[in-house]
Nanobody, 115 residues
Framework: QVQLVESGGGLVQAGGSLRLSCAAS????????MGWFRQAPGKERESVAA????????YYADSAKGRFTISRDNAKNMVYLQMNSLEPEDTAVYYCNTRLKDYPWGQGTQVTVSS
């Protein structure tokens, strides 16, 4: 059973930065494109960023372009999301998963951006 564990969220002022981390137990990420997703109150979960298994290609939602950077360390079985220039609209619970959402969702990590 794969368990995804997200961490690194918190409360930050607008313009600030956070680095989210995602770890998996029970199975390796290797071979999978991975993604970060977020769900704001009252909204559907949406894709924020994705990265291919060899880190050769990254994808970003328009709202994340130029501000967020996704990366991964396959040796450590970790995926990261560096978030800069945070805006109140980025407030959400952030989750990781394969890009195709193959694994059960973890609990996510709350990101709150104050204005």
């Amino acid at each position: 059973q794969v368990q995804l564990v997200e961490s690194g969220g918190g409360l930050v002022q607008a313009g600030g930065s956070l680095r989210l981390s995602c770890a998996a137990s029970g199975r390796t990420f290797s071979g999978h494109s991975m993604g970060w997703f977020r769900q704001a109150p009252g909204k559907e979960r949406e894709s924020v960023a994705a990265i291919t298994w060899n880190s050769g290609t990254t994808y970003y939602a328009d709202s994340a372009k130029g501000r967020f950077t996704i990366s991964r360390d396959n040796a450590k079985n970790m995926v990261y999301l560096q978030m800069n220039s945070l805006e109140p609209e980025d407030t959400a619970v952030y989750y990781c998963n394969t890009r195709l959402k193959d694994y059960p969702w973890g609990q996510g990590t709350q990101v709150t951006v104050s204005s």
